[in-house]
């Protein structure tokens, strides 16, 4: 079974907008994080926000959100007020077992995001 | 963008050649890791390293061998490069107040 779920390839939203980026997860340590990454054209990796599976309230960065559902095993990216430049790939991931520094990540297979005029 | 860089950042080569990817990293981080992307798989784990000649595998980790002689290099190697190893290979680093992991620029290898 997959580990970590994007049932979304593309989307597109009207700038100035919200988008939700779906992520669904599947893991029976009951310690682990979530993250999201962005990813534009260009190609790099950019970390955007984390949530722990402790953490008793969602995580919040500027105008990115997780939407973290412990039960449903979901932790879908909110970006708020879209702009032209939120256009990429959006990669949630997963680590399991408690945080430390040598913790890997399993990946989904990401969302792409078009933002429109 | 933790001090991370790659090299070559472009390789076209033959199938059958061997190929070494460089990670270099300044900031001394111990954990090191390799991942390549391909369309339709997100990043998947090859390598990964714990420390100078501490290194383990990932889940795709078939046709390529690490190397960690020092702290700030983390050597990727495809003794006999395929096809099937044209991809994007990001290095990554543990970092950050969450233990992200930082990412390199990314290599584009393309086996002929």
């Known amino acids: 079974a997959q580990k970590i779920t994007q049932t979304q390839p593309g989307m597109f939203v009207q700038e100035k907008e919200a988008v939700t980026l779906d992520c669904t997860y599947d893991?029976?340590?009951?310690?682990?994080?979530l993250f999201w990454y962005k990813q534009p054209s260009s190609g790099e990796m950019i970390f955007l926000i984390y949530?722990?599976?402790?953490?008793?309230q969602n995580a919040t960065e500027g105008r990115y959100s997780l939407n973290f559902q412990k039960a449903r095993k979901s932790a879908n990216l909110v970006i708020s007020a879209s702009q032209l430049g939120d256009s990429a790939m959006y990669f949630c991931?997963?680590?399991?077992?408690?945080?430390?520094?040598?913790?890997?990540?399993?990946f989904g297979t990401g969302t792409q995001l078009k933002v429109e005029l | 963008d933790a001090g991370i860089t790659q090299s070559p950042r472009h390789k076209v080569t033959e199938t059958g050649t061997p190929v070494t990817l460089r990670c270099h990293q300044t900031?001394?981080?111990?954990?090191m890791y390799w991942y390549r992307q391909d369309p339709g798989h997100g990043l998947r784990l090859i390598h990964y390293?714990?420390?100078?000649?501490?290194?383990d595998k990932g889940e795709v980790s078939d046709g390529y061998s690490v190397s960690r002689s020092k702290t700030e290099d983390f050597l990727l190697t495809l003794e006999s490069a395929t096809s099937s190893q044209t991809s994007v290979y990001f290095c990554a680093v543990t970092s950050g107040d969450y233990n992200e992991q930082f990412f390199g620029p990314g290599t584009r290898l393309t086996v002929l």
């Open positions: 991931a997963m680590r399991e077992g408690p945080a430390g520094g040598g913790n890997k990540l399993t």
């Open positions: 390293s714990y420390g100078v000649k501490d290194t």
């Open positions: 949530q722990g599976s402790y953490d008793q």
């Open positions: 900031e001394n981080h111990r954990y």
């Open positions: 893991t029976s340590d009951p310690s682990y994080g």
